[in-house]
């Protein structure tokens, strides 16, 4: 079987996520970049994406997904990113904080908590591995808050408390996101805020910041990935910078599939 070319192995087939995902797009252009002209990609979500990997690395078989840091995947199975020599997937991407565009004026305690917040890759690895672990997303993002007062401090001195103010920032449900966005409502919580959370497909997202619906979101992987929605919302919102810079996106194979080291390798 093993002598079998990878893609006779595996259907031609590369395990993604929810279609919405700026990385299926890159994926996309990956296939046509390296005329990868049977190989196709298999949507389906993040949970489900790393439940495939997770069994083929169970049995030692050969997958290739769509996958990106920060992510616990990382941490918990031996991955490596193949070689884009093409650039299909971008270089290094942020994720920038967008807030709408009244946010200012109106709530600036939670404008300037959301303009400061910024962290690493492995800060936010930490949360994700715990939700991974099976803790409640509200209680890593506290667990982690506990562990790391400088940096909450660093996001809040100054910041005058509010009183019971409402707010709502909107989120997709990918690993990432779920731990920044429960991390800075929790400490916007601290400050009075009673903030709402909602997790919503890509577009809406943009959608709901461009149109006041939500007061902002900190999961806006740029420039490439989310650079369609940002390139049609951008006039709309307030775009506060990086929150996390060094993130990644790519196609992931475990480190036994030794001699698959770049997506030129896929057509071996
Ligand atoms: N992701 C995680 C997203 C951005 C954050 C890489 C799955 C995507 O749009 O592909």
Do not use: C
């Amino acid at each position: 079987n093993a002598k079998k070319p990878l893609g006779e192995q595996i259907n031609y087939t590369i395990t993604g996520i929810d279609a919405g995902g700026g990385i299926m797009s890159a994926t996309d252009k990956a296939i046509e970049d390296y005329k990868l002209t049977n190989w196709q990609l298999q949507p389906s979500s993040s949970a489900a994406m790393t439940s495939t990997l997770e069994k083929a690395i169970k049995d030692k078989r050969p997958i290739v997904v769509t996958g990106w840091t920060p992510h616990w995947m990382f941490t918990k199975y031996d991955l490596k990113f193949l070689k884009d020599p093409k650039e299909s997937f971008g270089t290094a991407e942020s994720i920038h904080t967008i807030v709408r565009q009244g946010l200012k004026k109106d709530e600036p305690s939670a404008y300037t908590v959301l303009d400061r917040f910024h962290w690493t890759p492995e800060e936010m690895s930490d949360v994700m591995l715990d939700v991974n672990n099976g803790m409640d997303p509200e209680k890593a993002a506290e667990k982690w808050i506990k562990a790391n007062p400088d940096a909450v401090a660093e996001w809040t001195k100054g910041v005058s408390k509010v009183d019971n103010h409402k707010l709502k920032l909107t989120y997709v449900a990918w690993d990432s996101e779920i731990a920044s966005t429960n991390v800075v409502a929790l400490v916007l919580n601290q400050l009075g805020y009673d903030t709402t959370i909602q997790a919503m497909e890509i577009q809406p997202m943009w959608a709901s910041v461009a149109t006041d619906a939500a007061d902002g979101m900190v999961a806006a992987w740029l420039p490439r990935t989310s650079g369609a929605f940002y390139k049609d919302y951008k006039d709309k919102v307030d775009d506060l910078g990086p929150n996390l810079e060094g993130a990644q996106l790519g196609l992931v194979v475990p480190t036994y599939m030794e001699n698959i080291n770049s997506i030129e390798d896929l057509k071996k």
